[in-house]
């Protein structure tokens, strides 16, 4: 229900645009997010944005270099990552929360999509 591209190689300092596409439901009442998991590592969020898109939460390790946005005629949610950095590899995954919270708790997210792969070289 939720699917996410946008993934792919990149080099140290350059973009990539993550989408998560909807189907078989919308997905406009929920809060929607952003985590990521490197290789050996637990699961951490990255962004979240409200139903509306009027209130967005970043985690630190990415503020001013990520923006979450979305475009609910759509059912699709963007990540535009900036600046990126090697430590930004990762599998990317989009989720919803289906009361409309900003939170980085895993465990609050109803609904995951299968993710998106990226590599940043150094």
């Known amino acids: 229900q939720l699917q996410a591209s946008g993934g792919g190689l990149v080099q140290a300092g350059g973009s990539l645009r993550l989408s998560c596409a909807a189907s078989?439901?919308?997905?406009?009442?929920?809060?929607m997010g952003w985590f990521r998991q490197a290789p050996g590592k637990e699961r951490e969020f990255v962004a979240a944005?409200?139903?509306?898109?009027?209130?967005?939460y970043y985690a630190e390790s990415v503020k001013g270099r990520f923006t979450i946005s979305r475009d609910n005629a759509k059912n699709t949610v963007y990540l535009q990552m900036n600046s990126l950095k090697p430590e930004d590899t990762a599998v990317y995954y989009c989720?919803?929360?289906?009361?409309?919270?900003?939170?980085?708790?895993?465990?609050?997210?109803?609904?995951w999509g299968q993710g998106t792969e990226v590599t940043v070289s150094s």
């Open positions: 944005i409200s139903w509306s898109g009027g209130s967005t």
């Open positions: 989720a919803a929360e289906p009361n409309n919270i900003l939170t980085s708790r895993v465990s609050m997210y109803d609904y």
């Open positions: 078989g439901r919308t997905f406009s009442s929920y809060a």
